[in-house]
């Protein structure tokens, strides 16, 4: 029978869940969903000065937004967890007081230290970087409980692996100096080592370590920025692991049977925001209408923009128009205010470009607001036949309209913009700029 495969994400509440911590929880889920095995969430906090409950709860909803749902650990309950390490002394203590008896560990004041012997090459595969040797010798004797009664790192995530019954110890390759020290204590307390796989370093664009100023933020300000949970999961995959096929865009069902960690590779990978916007802009192509509607809502709120004034109807075909534009929620929401009010309009207007454009505008507005018909087709083949007639260039009349209608140089076609406008709406902000009779 296979042995299920179990993995864990392990972090310390001493900080936000940031780009770093979230690329390793995802590895771990997505190895966990491929093989069908658990994924353990373990709260690291045995740091009592510096962890905080706020970042734990922060740890959990950058977590749970991004759908790296957990199996076993905090809320969860069951057989397993939840997995806290300040609810875990007594069982540290007594691995410890094993390892006491057995004479490889000796007391030194309050504290525990476990003796490493020299001669003795310890080694390890990893399922990334290959195989590792290193000499026991380079090492020194392994702390295991602090003076304060509180484990060390080393020890104590040797001694949760193995009560948790982790498979696969996925984590960064910064990791990787400590494994030597961990096998040491694996094999001091007879117990099967775990599957490691580092994971690469991920860098800025410059080439440096992964600071704030790169995008090293909280997860959760992601959320903030306009970002879609399933296009940083989808970006946050591609840093060190490929689908193949040069294929970059995917949902989360894909990467799951795709992703396999032994296609993790050890190229440090770069965190590269432009390619995020790409990837979050072709998310949000991919969305329906209503849920990208339901997306945008807060980020016009955010605005204060009267969102009560409009129909559901109407708000979804204002983000259907933008055909793309925009590669966040938020600037979508930004892009798309004219169509919700006026008011922005006006500010970004300049009033003396209204004297400059109504010589022409002006006798084209009062034509076009007689038609008949409402519709782009109408209104376009309209404008060109009207500026042939004239000898105008049509380029004189829609730039001026696009402007005073919807306060920018860049939209959707701007027939479309005035079909969707409506009338009675294209005929105040045109009055308002006196460009009607």
Known sequence: MTEEVRVRFAPSPTGNLHIGGAHTALFNWLWARHKGGKFVLRIEDSDRERSTKEYEENIYSGLEWLGLHWDEGPQVGGPYGPYRQSERLDIYHSYADKLLNEGLAYREGEAVIFRVMPGEVISFDDIVYGHIEVKSETLKDIVLIKSDGTPTY????????????????????????????????????????????????????????????????????????????????????????????????????????????????????????????????????????????????????????????????????????????????????????????????????????????????????????????????????????????????????????????????VSPGIFEVIELLGREETQKRLAHWGMLD
Not at 303 to 324: F, Q, T
Not at 383 to 394: C, D, G, I, T
């Open 154 to 409: 080393n020890y104590a995530v040797v001694i949760d692996d193995f009560t948790m019954a982790i498979t696969h110890v996925i984590r960064g390759e910064d990791h990787i100096a400590n494994t030597p020290k961990q096998i040491l204590l694996y094999k001091a307390l007879g117990i099967k080592l775990p599957e490691f796989a580092h994971l690469p370093m991920i860098l800025g664009k410059d080439k440096k370590k992964l600071s704030k100023r790169h995008g090293a933020t909280s997860v959760l300000e992601y959320k903030e920025m306009g970002f879609l949970p399933e296009a940083l999961f989808n970006f946050l995959a591609l840093l060190g692991w490929s689908p193949g096929d040069n294929r970059e865009i995917f949902s989360v069902e894909e990467a799951i049977k795709w992703f396999d960690v032994k296609d993790v590779n050890k190229r440090a990978s770069v965190f590269d925001m432009d390619k995020l916007r790409h990837i979050n802009q072709e998310h949000i192509k991919r969305m329906d209408p209503e849920r990208r509607l339901e997306a945008v809502k807060p980020f016009w709120e955010a605005l204060g923009l009267p969102l009560e004034k409009h129909s559901p109807e109407y708000l979804a075909k204002v983000l259907e128009i933008m055909d793309g534009r925009g590669q966040t929620l938020k600037e979508l929401a930004e892009y798309t205010d004219y169509f919700l009010t006026f008011e922005p309009v006006k500010e970004r207007v300049d009033l003396e470009y209204t004297e400059n454009v109504r010589e022409v505008l002006r006798p084209f507005c009062n034509d076009m607001i007689k038609l008949s018909q409402w519709d782009t087709k109408t209104l376009e083949e309209f404008a060109r036949e009207w500026s042939a007639n004239r000898k105008v260039p049509l380029k004189k009349i829609a730039m001026p309209l696009r402007i005073l209608l919807t306060g920018t140089k």
